[in-house]
């Protein structure tokens, strides 16, 4: 085979995949890219008219006086997450490697947090952490002896937390899951060969596993940054963004915004913030890719 | 047996300590799960003040929910299962071509497919009804398996290609020595070495369009076709909750799923690399 | 190898700008089949709960008696509903008769997708002006609320009367009540407080009723039915997650005998009998002696939305006035606990469901929420929510609070 005809096959590798991107993200990026420059309301979904506004959405939403909370919100929900979800993930992949009865079927039923449908999760994790009848409030009094009466989802000090633990607890399945894999696919016999060199436990962990995982890691956090930033039905499901704004991110912003405003065109601004933050990520994933490709 | 110290199987007396640690965790992990079945069990799906046991199982809810939720479970399994098989043929070779062809165009379609992930899922939903009008792809299952395949393409892609990499260039060439083409050596090197990414793919993209609910509320119009996710909501008023049908569904909902896990789980074997390098 | 490159970025980049331009063009054809006649058309509605399904299903079988239209149904989830609204009318797939809350009208109504009323001659004589205030857009009636909603405030006769409390009428009293009755894990008071429209509603009984003003909110008269709320909490007579609470979560406390007293609605009177809880509805307290009490319009509305098709959007009309008529008013009304919006109704209603005369006699005095702002409602509704949230954690006084959330147009 010619290495012209070769090319022309590599491109059917990608063209069902290119093809499927271009229809159906292809015209939503544009359209939420073009929105968040126009005044786009109700009246716009009926007539099709949106007035072209410039950059006075990105501005009015930069400027008002929530915004640095909301960055900072945002900002401390994703890497908070990220990081808990990928240590306690990865401390679990690693338990499960160890062969013992029951642990297939343990580690699928460890899904089941994203099996269950948000709104269901959401409630559930609401009624727990209620001050007053919540059952983690329940367990603590009775663990600790005292009264204990936290209010969860109601101070504002504490809301955050409580609500990236919930999302922690939502993402650990995926970390665990993708790693899980990712530690099945390093070969035993390096194990065995450093083993011999007596490289064995923490040493064996530095020098074979987390170099072997790289690309693994590199995927699975960039993923949980991007999926993060987006997070929106489970924070609207326990807080709303509130109490008093303490859990609003870009995501809910962007949400109440275009659906509790009617003012899609700040939404898109907001949405589309978020997606540069993202797109910075992605970035520098490239980046680190292309160095480890490159090695 | 090798004492590798974190890897490996464990020795016999730990086993059963693994075991019961194994299911410490599922049980510390799990409660909110628990309190779903709890709540679900209690006579007239009280959320307040709920027991710690239900002393006193009501399975109303249960009952409901399988009269009423049968069909919509099958067509969530059948969309699901569908949008697996569709996302793998899609992305698998993709995801070999972006690990292993060198293209500079490759590294703009890997970004492309980074800032689809970004992309908030309502903008999407959106752009698609209308062009799922257009197409009258509206209320039909291949539709909702097209376009549910949005999460799992991008991310299967995604993902395979990280597992990808770490193929080694030795065993493709030795294909390639061996004469065989391109589209061979994909389908008889390549795949099943990369059987666990493949797995890992398809079980998220399950994961992905099983819990979809607003790609299933947005392109159907009619209660034809209507995922278990939307079928939830009958029972979900404006003021009004029917919490032990709401639970009980997402137990049932939850069953068939987990059974597909497990098999699917079972699969992911070690080595499966390095067996092919030896 | 660079003019390669250029062609492989302009194919994608000119399928996508054709399909976008493709896809913009022609949105412009609805769902109506050539030769359909106008004897069926489509209605949509929220997705509720059994019985509402049931009672509803009822009337309109009635109706299409009466009218001699086909009416077909499609249940849509009430979560992301307005969003799905919002993609039919850029779609130009909206149904024949589209249900709304009342709240939501004038945002829906100002894109120019409902029709006009007046184009259809629908009678609404004898409607409250509360309930046609709530219905009108720019001085155009577009839709028909055949039954209301309001809150009132419940009271669990047997925790009253174990701790010799008398039902409160004031603000004053409210808060002694309470407060005696608090204690021991229990909450004398409940209602929700949440950062969304349930917040806004619940707390527009206390707002109006001391003469606050959603135009203007940051106003003393505002600032002192919030305080009343920021006493409830901080002296312990409500429970601090009335943040997060939403009216069906009040009710559940209600119900589990967690708090004596909440606000709510009639919607809840079928949970309260299955429960057995020992209820009584009573009007919500006044600032002081003899003020009146001014309550939120709540309930559906009934709309006609501009789908093109003359005939069936005059099929639509007639179904439209089916439901606003005597009798679907009665038969929605009585077997979905709401009152009838048609004050010619109100005592007849009252001698054939007398639990409901607390509420029924509230609707010739109901004020619709979007009747000064019409789709500005829901800047000032955030506002008051926002201010809500931020006074009760501690943020700021009520009057701050207000002063710093009110909305700036």
Known sequence: MTLRAERWLQLAFVVPAALY???????????????????????????????????????????????????????????????AQFVIGLALAVFFRRRFPLSGVVRSLLLLPWLIPLIVSSAIWRWMLDKDSGVINQVLSGLTGSDVSIGWLTDVNIALPAVILVNVWLGIPFNMTILYSGLQDIPEELYEAAALDGATGWRAFWAITWPMLRPVTGVVVLLGVVYTLKALDIILGLTGGGPAGSTETLATEAYRLSFGQFDFGAGAAVGNILIVISLIFAVLYLRANRKAVDE | MSSAGLIGASRGWRRPVDAAVGILILAVL????????????????????TPWFPLNPDIGGYVQALEEQGANLITSIIVSLGSVVFSLAVAAPAAYALAKFRSRWLTGLLF?????????????????????????????????????????????????????????????????????????????????VSRNALITAAMFTFLFTWGDFLFALTLTTTADVRPVTLGLYSYLGSYVNDWSAVMATAVLASIPAIAMLVAAQKFIAAGATGGAVK | MTQRRAAWTAVPLALFTIGALALSGCSGSNAAAPGDDADSILLERPAGSTNDKKV???????????????????????????????????????????????????????????????????????YADGVIEASSYDGDLYAVQPVANTIALFVNTDMLAAAGVDVPTTWDELKTAAAALSGDGKYGMAFSATATEEGTFQFLPFFWSNGGDETDIATEAGAEALQLWVDLVDSGSASESVLTWTQADVNDQFVAGNTAMMVNGPWQFPSLDEAGVPYEVVSIPAPQ?????????????????????????????????????????????????????????????????????GFAEQVPGLRARTAQLGADYTAASEGIYTAIQTALTGGADPLTALQQSAPNK
């Open chain 3, 56 to 126: 509803y299903d009822d009337v309109l079988a009635a109706c299409e008696e009466t009218t001699g239209v086909t009416i077909e149904t499609q249940d849509v989830p009430y979560d992301g509903y307005l969003a799905k609204v919002l993609q039919q009318v850029s779609s130009k797939t909206m149904p024949d008769v589209l249900m709304l809350d009342n709240g939501d009208l004038p945002q829906i109504a100002s894109s120019g997708a409902l029709a006009p009323l007046s184009d259809f001659d629908i009678n609404v004589d004898g």
């Open chain 2, 30 to 49: 799990l409660f909110p799960v628990y309190w779903m079945v709890n709540v679900s069990l209690q006579p007239g799906g009280r959320a307040v003040g």
């Open chain 3, 289 to 357: 002696d003899g003020d009146e009490i001014i309550s939120p319009l709540g309930g559906e509305v009934w709309t006609i939305p501009q789908t093109g098709n003359e005939a069936k959007m005059t099929a639509a009309a007639s179904v439209v006035e089916c439901l606003g008529s005597d009798e679907s008013q009665m038969a929605l009304a009585s077997g979905r606990d709401l009152v009838p919006t048609n004050t010619e109704l109100v005592d007849q209603f009252i001698a054939e469901n007398p639990k409901m005369a």
């Open chain 2, 112 to 192: 492309a497919i980074l800032v689809s992930q970004m992309v908030p899922g309502i903008v999407v939903a959106n752009a698609l009804y209308s062009m799922y009008n257009q197409l009258g792809l509206l209320n039909s299952v291949v539709g909702l398996i097209i376009a549910d395949s949005s999460a799992g393409i991008p991310f299967g892609i995604l993902v395979m290609r990280a597992f990808m990499m770490n193929i080694p260039q030795s065993i493709v060439e030795a294909a390639r020595v061996d004469g065989a083409g391109i589209i061979r050596t994909f389908w008889s090197i390549v795949l099943p």
């Open chain 1, 21 to 83: 991107l271009v229809f159906f993200f292809g015209y939503p990026i544009v359209q939420n890219g073009v929105m968040s420059f126009q005044e786009f309301t109700t009246r716009t979904f009926f007539t099709g008219e949106a007035p072209w506004v410039g950059w006075y959405n990105y501005v009015e939403v930069i400027s008002s006086p929530g915004f640095g909370r909301v960055m900072l919100n945002t900002a401390i929900f994703t890497v908070v997450s990220i990081v």
